[in-house]
């Protein structure tokens, strides 16, 4: 079983602090993707990294792929109240006709006016 | 485009009744998966279609869970006889295709409380 541990669980921020959230996994992934989830919502994807230490923006979020695809980073810049939620991380393990995610726990992250 | 539409949004039940959930996905998506998301954790996946097809149900307590996809479209998955540790948020999500780079869409679950 791939497991995902993800830090911290849970994050109380002002408005225009910046924050990271880890994913960290013993394990290889083909390919990684982070989800924002909120209340009474199914998660949304926000991005997929494929290659090792691969970085993508979006607006004021960054994300990094580990080196080794072990591990995966989550930044917000200048974080706002509508970045509040629950922030998963999702391993992909593929081979053959499989393919399936792994998530972790979740971040879940509050940023308050 | 219509997302995934889940129903009921919300159900109580006692502990050894049974309890079905529908799911209709995106059209024209040939994958779907049911996750289990219980509270304070992520989604963990319970089985996953292709078309009619089961894909992976490794995770799927089949001694009291099933779910169907009879005509590749809309599916259903039940829960007979409910447990207390069964309650749960029960999301569907479907993607056009199986594997790497086909978009998971998730639709926004089924809240099940087993008293």
């Known amino acids: 079983t791939q497991l995902l541990e993800q830090s911290p669980q849970f994050l109380s921020i002002q408005e225009g602090e910046n924050l990271t959230v880890y994913c960290n996994s013993s394990?290889?992934?083909?390919?990684l993707q982070w989800y924002r989830q909120e209340p009474g919502e199914g998660p949304v994807l926000l991005v997929t990294?494929?290659?090792?230490?691969e970085v993508k923006k979006l607006k004021r979020l960054t994300f990094q792929f580990g080196d080794a695809r072990k591990d995966s980073s989550l930044h917000i810049t200048a974080a706002q109240p509508g970045d509040t939620g629950l922030y998963l991380c999702a391993g992909a393990i593929s081979g053959g006709s499989n393919y399936k995610l792994t998530f972790g726990k979740g971040t879940l992250l509050t940023v308050n006016p | 485009e219509a997302g995934v539409a889940q129903s009921p949004r919300y159900k109580i039940i006692e502990k050894r009744q049974s309890v079905a959930f529908w799911c209709n996905p995106i059209s024209g998506h040939a994958t779907l998966y049911w996750y289990q998301q219980i509270l304070g954790q992520g989604p963990k996946l319970l089985i996953q279609?292709?078309?009619?097809?089961?894909?992976?149900d490794s995770q799927l307590p089949k001694d009291r869970f099933s779910a169907e996809r009879l005509k590749g479209v809309d599916s259903t998955l039940k829960i007979q006889p409910a447990k207390l540790e069964d309650s749960a948020v029960y999301l569907c999500?479907?993607?056009?295709?199986?594997?790497?780079?086909?978009?998971?869409?998730f639709g926004p679950g089924t809240r099940l409380t087993v008293t």
């Open positions: 990294v494929v290659t090792g230490g």
């Open positions: 999500a479907s993607s056009r295709r199986l594997g790497g780079g086909n978009e998971q869409y």
């Open positions: 279609f292709q078309n009619n097809g089961v894909v992976d």
């Open positions: 394990s290889v992934f083909s390919s």
